[in-house]
Nanobody
Framework: QVQLVESGGGLVQAGGSLRLSCAAS????????MGWYRQAPGKQRELVAA???????NYVDSVKGRFTISRDNAKNTVYLQMNSLKPEDTAVYYC?????????WGQGTQVTVSS
């Protein structure tokens, strides 16, 4: 089992910044991929940014140039730095990890961007 705990969400004005953190614990050896998803009210959950199993990064087009995913392997933590936030970035952000085809999710953290 892999446990994921997110933190760092909150309320911010448009143009502001937030940094989300996702701390992984438990059976973290051989986690293949980790990333961030988000789900806005009435919409499907979408991939925001992720590290692939090969170590490269993927971003949804709407956040390219504004969001940056990074990680600290010593702390088993993945971060999402979000700059130039827009009201349409408002959503619950979820951390995700994949290991041997099993997907693990955190509890989510709310990000609200006011206009």
């Amino acid at each position: 089992q892999v446990q994921l705990v997110e933190s760092g969400g909150g309320l911010v004005q448009a143009g502001g910044s937030l940094r989300l953190s996702c701390a992984a614990s438990g059976s973290i050896f051989r986690i293949n991929a980790m990333g961030w998803y988000r789900q806005a009210p009435g919409k499907q959950r979408e991939l925001v940014a992720a590290f692939t199993s090969g170590g490269s990064t993927n971003y949804v087009d709407s956040v390219k140039g504004r969001f940056t995913i990074s990680r600290d392997n010593a702390k088993n933590t993945v971060y999402l730095q979000m700059n130039s936030l827009k009201p349409e970035d408002t959503a619950v952000y979820y951390c995700n990890a994949e290991k041997y085809g099993v997907y693990y999710w955190g509890q989510g953290t709310q990000v609200t961007v006011s206009s």
